[in-house]
């Protein structure tokens, strides 16, 4: 899609029946997607939210699936535990409303930091994230299987519903 292009963007949080829409968002986003039924077992999960964001380009048609972000309230933080964007729709900003919305939960839940674990390799996503505010914590090797490979740890503080 063009970036030019004008578009609403929806969030809605997903449920049982979306499971399998959400693997196929996976499926397109990450070499290692998660299996149906953890997909399924997460989105049920009381500690977890799973947002699926849907684009409308006002021509009539439905909104369609474009992106999706998996999130964990971990007591103390929310963790960033997937967050893809199908390959069309990508530098459009829905990576980035993705994360508002994450920021928005943080704020609801009084969390004061998101934080997320993200391959090393994944030179995109790394960028995505530092345009984001998110600055690298530390690196764990050998963290990730298939393929083998360090995971960086990275974070972003927020306060009052905002990135500082
Ligand atoms: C990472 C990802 C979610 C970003 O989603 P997106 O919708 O394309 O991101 P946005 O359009 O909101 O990007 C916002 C800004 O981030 C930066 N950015 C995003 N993707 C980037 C990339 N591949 N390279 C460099 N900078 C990037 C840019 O500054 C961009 O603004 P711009 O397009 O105006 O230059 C998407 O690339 C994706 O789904 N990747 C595969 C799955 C993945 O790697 N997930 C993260 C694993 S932890």
């Not at 997607?33 to 997909?39: G, R």
């Not at 409308?56 to 439905?62: F, L, T």
């Not at 535990?81 to 459009?92: C, N, Q």
């Not at 994230?129 to 083998?148: A, H, L, S, W």
Request: aromatic fraction near 10%; charged fraction near 25%; include cysteine.
């Amino acid at each position: 899609m063009p970036k030019n292009k004008s578009f609403d963007l929806e969030f809605r949080c997903a449920d049982t029946d979306d499971a399998d829409l959400v693997y196929a968002l996976e499926e397109e986003a990450f070499p290692d997607p998660w299996t149906l039924s953890s997909i399924t077992e997460t989105i049920n999960f009381r500690y977890a939210k799973t947002l699926i964001a849907y684009l409308n380009e006002g021509s009539g048609e439905e909104a369609a699936a474009a992106g999706f972000i998996v999130l964990y309230d971990t007591g103390e933080d929310v963790d960033i535990a997937r967050i893809g964007v199908k390959k069309a729709h990508r530098r459009l900003g829905i990576g980035r409303g993705l994360v508002n919305k994450a920021i928005e939960w943080a704020n609801e839940l009084k969390r004061s930091a998101l934080t997320l674990d993200v391959r090393a390799g994944n030179e995109g996503a790394i960028a995505f994230y530092n345009t984001m505010g998110f600055k690298i914590d530390c690196i764990r090797k050998n963290f990730y299987q298939k393929p083998k490979e360090d995971a960086v740890l990275m974070s972003v503080n927020i306060y009052g519903g905002n990135i500082c």
